[in-house]
């Protein structure tokens, strides 16, 4: 048994907590509900001002973290994930007031249309009800999932990794604070007060039908589970494996600048490309200085025949590169022929997340746009805006990749339903 | 042993033919998320040619059906569901037309804005893929969801109930026929093939991840099933507790007009009132005269006990009453201590399906009208609009009561995902 296992007593107990929880969040969502656009904006002013008021003490609990990540072992990328400093306290705030910058979605009418029988028929933006976050190291979610919520009038319940299980509950203090400083219920924003893993299980069946949604935040494994064992419907990526092509037509320049960057801005984010696809018809001028970037900036390059012959450091990609996420500096590269094979190889290898093609040739480019399945196709940009902020939400609580209710950056106008209002004059329907 | 139970190799079998055919949706599912418009109304006009061409043998199958039914003593109501004559076959044919006459939702622009680096970013609408439609007796859901499906660029695996096996088929091969003549593929309208009950579970597992989305079609144990086991995502609604609440601002002989239509005009659709609430402040005015046209109207009627006092052919409701959805000529009426009463009764008691307030206060409307939590509202309209046609969404193939992705009537534009589209002109991610 293992330190976050739990049995007989401690489990019913522990049930009993997280069943009360979520009965306290559902009704806490029937207040957001109908809190007015003013009040949850007065929050979040308030919760980005305690965030900034408590930094010390958010320091403090992430120092503890950090002690305990060390002794436990951590990889460095972990140990860089869980790292708060003053920047990034700054930034949490910062986050809080784009949020709240964002227009309100709820109450929004979508649509309006009138009927030849005169009803008047609307559609308006109401919220999902209670949402479950299952999250990792970083703490930072704690903040942009608890204002995401709060903005789209949702009630929320984050369930942090035991990692940062210390900076989660300093900065979920800081977030409740705010909530009452607007009247607003403690409820609104829960977090998940243990590190027992038995609760994630909990949250998956439902919460004794409480939970409307839940969005986890993390490694594929998390992901994977989630996805496996939720009752609830599920907003998620399961992997980023995005590719950038680079057509016969493309500006070399562009193309050059585009791909260093869509692969080693950041290594370790979902919108990093991983495959770079070459067209056969540039292989001759283009595929030289592309790969000679790369390895220059020390990324690994695994070729297939072609891009081998272009630098005796170029290792040989076998089958399984090209279904690979490296999120690593290392990058598979293959020559193509034309768009066509290029959307053949995405469709078959990717992940439906970010894919670009770097291309003149408008024509071409279009095709490509229409042909990928993805939740984002960039044309001559780098797959790295993969990104709720970069696409001007404010901020995201994640990308999802499948088709249903959302896909791409979920921001807070995306964590919302609607309901259709109509208004009649005594109309009856005939028949 | 049912005759509808599989075994061994027979199992196998079944397995291995319902794979395949969702393997081939999948990929008519991707022939069809690139046909044009045109292409696709080309297949609806002679998919409606051909259910009219089609007639006498759509009829003559369905008089089979109609007399295994008779044999196998299904109910009053099942057989008029069953039941096809030249007016509803013609009806199928009309609304396959009218679903066509609708704007293709497919490649539309749902929103477009500019980022400050210049990044153009656009939300376009996408077919889901591929949905099953598990449905009972109507054989006219094979018509509608097939051509909604179609509409929307989606393929559509059909599985109909036993009962309405024969008709189903003649209908389909009438849809199939529409197909070819536009050069679609066959497989983008799929009806399975057996009425052995093995394939629904097959279609619940998602048929090898074939499945996007699957609509159930039919009563609650149907619907409750589907919801309980469906390993991919359901649009559906368990039932249509609908109420209507008549205030003391109430126009009474609006009110008469809009109450005996809401709850009589048809009483077995979900949109069907299935409890009146009447405001104590107007009981003494409008209680008496709406009871009585219910009971003149020959409904049976169960009160509480101001309402028993009424007449003495109005019978005691129990609490079981204010949660059952009858589906019949019954009603149940309630006094109530006006608007924030009515919405706490249907809050708790109600499905979240279509409610009504009939009042000429406008504040009182307003209020009902953002309080109660359900898909669709109406001020002064009957209950019976509930309905994807009287929204003006040609036909629907459902209506969701949850609000994950769709809620309220479910027609062509809601069986769409979108995906984002984003032109640059070299933009690389700073930072």
């Given at each position: 048994?293992?330190?976050?296992?739990?049995?007989?007593?401690?489990?019913?107990?522990?049930?009993?907590?997280?069943?009360?929880?979520?009965?306290?969040a559902?009704?806490?969502?029937?207040?957001?509900?109908?809190?007015?656009?003013?009040?949850?904006?007065?929050?979040?002013?308030?919760?980005?001002?305690?965030?900034?008021?408590?930094?010390?003490?958010?320091?403090?609990?992430?120092?503890?973290?950090?002690?305990?990540?060390?002794?436990?072992n951590?990889?460095?990328a972990?140990?860089?994930?869980?790292?708060?400093?003053?920047?990034?306290?700054?930034?949490?705030?910062?986050?809080?007031?784009?949020?709240?910058?964002?227009?309100?979605?709820?109450?929004?009418?979508?649509?309006?249309?009138?009927?030849?029988?005169?009803?008047?028929?609307?559609?308006?933006?109401?919220?999902?009800?209670?949402?479950?976050?299952?999250?990792?190291?970083?703490?930072?979610?704690?903040?942009?999932?608890?204002?995401?919520?709060?903005?789209?009038?949702?009630?929320?319940?984050?369930?942090?990794?035991?990692?940062?299980?210390?900076?989660?509950?300093?900065?979920?203090?800081?977030?409740?604070?705010?909530?009452?400083?607007?009247?607003?219920?403690?409820?609104?924003?829960?977090?998940?007060?243990?590190?027992?893993?038995?609760?994630?299980?909990?949250?998956?069946?439902?919460?004794?039908?409480?939970?409307?949604?839940?969005?986890?935040?993390?490694?594929?494994?998390?992901?994977?589970?989630?996805?496996?064992e939720?009752?609830?419907?599920?907003?998620?990526?399961?992997?980023?494996?995005?590719?950038?092509?680079?057509?016969?037509?493309?500006?070399l320049?562009?193309?050059?600048?585009i791909?260093?960057?869509?692969k080693?801005?950041?290594?370790?984010?979902?919108?990093?490309?991983?495959?770079?696809?070459?067209?056969?018809?540039?292989?001759?001028?283009?595929?030289?200085?592309?790969?000679?970037?790369?390895?220059?900036?020390?990324?690994?390059?695994?070729?297939?025949?072609?891009?081998?012959?272009v630098?005796?450091?170029?290792?040989?990609?076998?089958?399984?590169?090209?279904?690979?996420?490296?999120?690593?500096?290392?990058?598979?590269?293959?020559?193509?022929?034309?768009?066509?094979?290029?959307?053949?190889?995405?469709?078959?290898?990717?992940?439906?997340?970010?894919?670009?093609?770097?291309?003149?040739?408008?024509?071409?480019?279009?095709?490509?746009?229409?042909?990928?399945?993805?939740?984002?196709?960039?044309?001559?940009?780098?797959?790295?805006?993969?990104?709720?902020g970069?696409?001007?939400?404010?901020?995201?609580?994640?990308?999802?990749?499948?088709k249903?209710?959302?896909?791409?950056?979920?921001?807070?106008?995306?964590?919302?339903?609607?309901?259709?209002?109509?208004?009649?004059?005594?109309?009856?329907?005939?028949?």
């Open positions: 048994m293992t330190k976050h296992e739990t049995i007989g007593a401690d489990r019913a107990e522990l049930e009993a907590t997280m069943l009360a929880a979520g009965k306290a559902r009704d806490a969502a029937a207040i957001l509900s109908r809190a007015g656009a003013a009040q949850k904006d007065r929050a979040l002013a308030a919760m980005a001002a305690a965030i900034r008021a408590d930094k010390p003490t958010i320091l403090a609990a992430n120092a503890k973290d950090m002690e305990a990540a060390r002794v436990s951590l990889t460095a972990l140990l860089d994930r869980l790292a708060l400093d003053d920047k990034r306290v700054e930034a949490m705030a910062k986050g809080i007031e784009e949020i709240r910058a964002q227009e309100d979605p709820i109450g929004a009418v979508i649509a309006r249309w009138e009927r030849p029988n005169g009803l008047q028929i609307s559609r308006v933006r109401v919220p999902l009800g209670v949402i479950g976050i299952v999250y990792e190291s970083r703490p930072n979610v704690t903040a942009d999932a608890g204002a995401l919520c709060l903005k789209s009038g949702n009630a929320a319940i984050l369930r942090g990794g035991s990692e940062s299980f210390h900076s989660s509950r300093a900065i979920h203090a800081a977030l409740v604070r705010g909530l009452k400083e607007a009247d607003l219920p403690e409820a609104a924003i829960t977090l998940v007060p243990t590190t027992d893993r038995a609760a994630v299980g909990m949250l998956l069946a439902g919460l004794g039908g409480t939970l409307d949604l839940i969005v986890p935040r993390g490694g594929k494994s998390l992901v994977e589970r989630v996805q496996r939720a009752r609830v419907p599920v907003l998620a990526h399961l992997e980023g494996l995005c590719h950038t092509y680079v057509d016969k037509s493309a500006n320049d562009m193309a050059r600048k791909v260093l960057n869509a080693l801005r950041r290594t370790g984010i979902c919108g990093a490309t991983e495959t770079l696809l070459v067209d056969k018809a540039a292989a001759a001028t283009h595929l030289a200085p592309l790969v000679k970037d790369l390895l220059e900036a020390k990324c690994e390059v695994r070729g297939d025949e072609t891009t081998q012959k630098d005796p450091s170029v290792k040989p990609a076998t089958e399984q590169d090209w279904f690979t996420e490296y999120l690593d500096s290392i990058i598979a590269v293959r020559v193509v022929d034309g768009v066509a094979e290029a959307v053949r190889h995405i469709e078959h290898y990717g992940s439906h997340h970010t894919d670009a093609i770097i291309a003149e040739d408008a024509e071409t480019a279009e095709y490509f746009l229409s042909q990928i399945d993805s939740a984002i196709v960039l044309w001559n940009a780098s797959t790295q805006f993969a990104d709720g970069e696409f001007g939400m404010g901020a995201e609580i994640g990308i999802a990749t499948g249903f209710h959302a896909r791409g950056p979920v921001g807070a106008a995306e964590l919302t339903s609607y309901k259709y209002v109509v208004r009649g004059k005594g109309q009856v329907r005939p028949g």
